[in-house]
């Protein structure tokens, strides 16, 4: 990690001050920065070193070892209230990189029903911009990422560039499950991986070292480092370990001022700003706005409306797997070559659902061994009889934003500076769970297909959360049902803008991250020129 | 199933600060004796640990010796507490031996050693740099052994996966319907 006694006091001027190092806010810093802004990016984490991620990845792999991107902890500390125990410390990295640093790295775009949800099928709520708007910026995304794709998938909205790297060929097991979906009238198509399928952007192409999720050590998967290190070259500064305790405005409520942060050494700096860009994740943007309470502001900072904190959503996890008869050859690599969007744009499931096919199903040969109670030839009799025929169909589920799943504050609790710390409220309703049974029925038909013994199967009562964390700042043009406008500048303060999902009226079932990098790109135009 | 130091080297690639002692090693193996002398492991610890290792590994494994020297060697080049972790652990093991039978460990015909093995846990101990003999035994020896065992590509071949996961062998090898044959 870097230097604990580094120079963290603020710097003497900044355009703009980003709030949080993952790929929403050093996007944002990198092209700010590039077109020639001061900027300053806090980052409450630390900065991870390059050359340890070999070590990270060993420490993943052994029983015995823990601890990898220091997620938890009285820093991390948070509560859950509600039907569902939310796994927050499991579901977010702090540190400069952010959640990118252990994201498995799919990167679709969102299809054009899931901007008018509310006026095509009156759930749910309509984007203030519909995919027209935002398609240039997800092509800039795609190549900021470094996309490896096809254009492949009937399913997926138009689009006129190609992507900026060839997409990964599917697996061994993508062709057996293909043959499946085909015979039930199920597409499938390739999966847009901001992994490097060659060099890209100076990082190497993908070594297959199969474990993505949670750290990739060839550099081949995208971080949000890429962008950090952009920004810093651009002019840049990034200060880690240093969380913002809190904004202060100006008397007049209408602009924030400064940046309150702390240093690892307990003091506290304030940096000033023309702008101040908030990029730390659904939870935290959340967090940072309600301790920011003011006389001018006293249920929090831009919560005018009320809504900072509502309408939590991430999506749902639903699988299946089991085993067949022939070779699988699963996790040789550990992301997914092959999805199916058959089943997202119909009515039937309403909330959208994304099918995933897995190319890491069943236990692999290394972490199985390390955990074994015997060796030698007994415990390769016992390998060889786990590994190679395993399948798995996982997906992604559709939450439909509702107002009672929330980020509050739970003032009983303090984390390792006295700020109370967030509390999760997530529920899953009625139509998401159809959906997700749904999924399932798919799911088990394909394995079904396949003649498979099925194993297991993850339901609505089974289901975890995707950690993608959406809207609980949302966008729109009403300053009474939401908090920030189109171009992610709350409706309150003039100079606070918010990047990332938590601007999401609706999530889709798409994994975010490429709709976040779109949205940075169109944040960081729009606020260059506000500059 | 011959382990050869390339096998060595692969396991080491997803190690850490090794990965230049293996890349060294690649480059050329009339280094691979200098290497193993740096990194200073004393000879009866690595004696210890290839004795562990034939008895942890399949019997169809070939090669052992030059195996364990170089991924120990290597594994420990630039990590001093590894490094004495690894060589207590082993002493401890050898003191046992003396303990137990009055004979060095690497004098103990293999059952024996596997019977002293498990009459320590170590089968069934959770892997603990801090704990207990057993724990440290199964952290330090044993699953260091078997994760240089299982984690390169000759070993992974032995159980169907020629690129198991932290052995970076590409983005080939998962698209094939079978394992390649590379003999």
């Known amino acids: 990690m870097a230097d604990a006694a580094a120079d963290r006091t603020p710097a003497p001027r900044a355009d703009a001050c980003v709030v949080g190092a993952g790929p929403a806010g050093a996007i944002v810093a990198a092209r700010l920065a590039e077109a020639g802004h001061d900027v300053v990016v806090l980052d409450a984490g630390p900065r991870f070193d390059l050359a340890d991620r070999e070590e990270q990845l060993d420490a993943h792999l052994r029983p015995g070892v823990e601890g990898l991107w220091g997620m938890g902890g009285e820093r991390d500390a948070y509560a859950t209230e509600g039907p569902r125990d939310y796994p927050l410390n499991a579901a977010r990295v702090k540190g400069v990189g952010g959640s990118t640093l252990h994201w498995q790295g799919m990167v679709m775009r969102l299809h054009e029903r899931d901007f008018a949800m509310r006026s095509r099928h009156g759930v749910g709520a309509d984007w203030p911009l519909d995919y027209a708007d935002l398609r240039p910026h997800y092509a800039e995304a795609e190549r900021e990422l470094g996309v490896a794709g096809a254009d492949d998938n009937p399913f997926a909205p138009p689009r006129e560039e190609p992507f900026p790297l060839p997409a990964f060929p599917p697996s061994h097991s993508d062709a057996i499950f293909a043959e499946a979906c085909e015979s039930l009238g199920l597409p499938t198509h390739s999966v847009p991986n901001a992994r490097n399928s060659e060099p890209y952007d100076g990082a190497s192409a993908c070594v297959g070292y199969g474990t993505c999720k949670p750290v990739c050590p060839s550099g081949a998967k995208y971080t949000a480092e890429r962008h950090v290190a952009r920004a810093e070259a651009a002019g840049a500064r990034v200060i880690d370990r240093a969380p913002v305790q809190r904004l202060v405005h100006d008397d007049a409520g209408e602009r924030v001022e400064a940046a309150v942060y702390a240093t690892p050494d307990g003091t506290e700096h304030r940096q000033d700003a023309r702008a101040v860009v908030l990029a730390c994740g659904g939870v935290e943007n959340v967090r940072l706005l309600l301790l920011s309470a003011s006389e001018s502001y006293p249920d929090g900072l831009a919560n005018s409306s009320g809504l900072v904190g509502r309408y939590f959503m991430d999506h749902c996890f639903a699988g299946a797997g089991g085993r067949i008869d022939r070779e699988t050859r699963q996790n040789h690599v550990g992301f997914n070559t092959t999805e199916c969007h058959a089943l997202y744009d119909g009515t039937d499931p309403l909330p959208g659902v994304k099918l995933e096919f897995l190319n890491y199903a069943g236990p692999s040969p290394v972490t199985q061994a390390l955990d074994a109670d015997d060796w030698g030839d007994a415990l390769l009799e016992s390998l060889r009889e786990s590994y190679g025929t395993h399948l798995a169909v996982g997906g992604l589920v559709e939450q439909f934003p509702d107002a009672e799943n929330r980020i509050t504050l739970d003032r009983s609790t303090t984390d390792d500076h006295g700020n109370p710390v967030p509390e999760v409220r997530w529920s899953i309703g009625q139509r998401t769970r159809a959906a997700i049974e749904r999924a399932n029925e798919v799911q088990v038909a394909i394995l079904e297909e396949l003649d498979a013994e099925i194993d297991w199967v993850v339901g609505p009562d089974a289901t975890g959360p995707a950690f993608h964390h959406m809207g609980t700042t949302r966008m729109g043009t009403d300053p009474a049902e939401s908090v920030v406008a189109p171009d992610c500048r709350t409706h309150d303060l003039d100079n606070l803008w918010i990047a990332g999902s938590s601007v999401f009226p609706t999530g889709g079932a798409m994994n975010p991250t490429l709709t976040i990098a779109a949205l940075s790109c169109r944040l960081a135009d729009r606020l260059d020129g506000w500059l | ?183």
């Open chain 2, 1 to 183: 199933m011959d382990l050869t130091r390339r096998d060595a080297v692969a396991a080491l690639a997803a190690t850490g600060g090794a990965v230049a002692v293996g890349r060294t090693l690649l480059d050329d193996d009339q280094s691979a004796d200098a290497t193993a002398a740096d990194a200073d492991v004393p000879e009866d610890a690595l004696a210890t640990l290839v004795a562990v290792a034939e008895v942890v590994y399949p019997d169809a494994a070939t090669g052992v010796d030059d195996f364990v020297e170089t991924y120990v060697s290597g594994r420990v080049a630039d990590d001093d507490e590894r490094r004495a972790g690894v060589v207590d652990a082993a002493a401890e093991l050898d003191a046992t031996a003396r303990d137990w039978f009055d004979t060095p460990l690497t004098e103990l015909d293999p059952g024996t050693l596997d019977g002293m093995l498990r009459d320590l846990r170590v089968d069934a101990s959770d892997p603990d740099p801090n704990g207990g003999i057993p724990g440290r035994v199964r952290f330090y020896v044993v699953n260091e052994l078997l994760y240089a065992f299982y984690a390169s590509p000759t070993g992974g071949r032995l159980v169907g996966i020629e690129n198991p996961i932290g052995h970076p062998g590409g983005t080939e090898s998962y698209r094939r319907a079978g394992m390649e044959d590379h003999g």
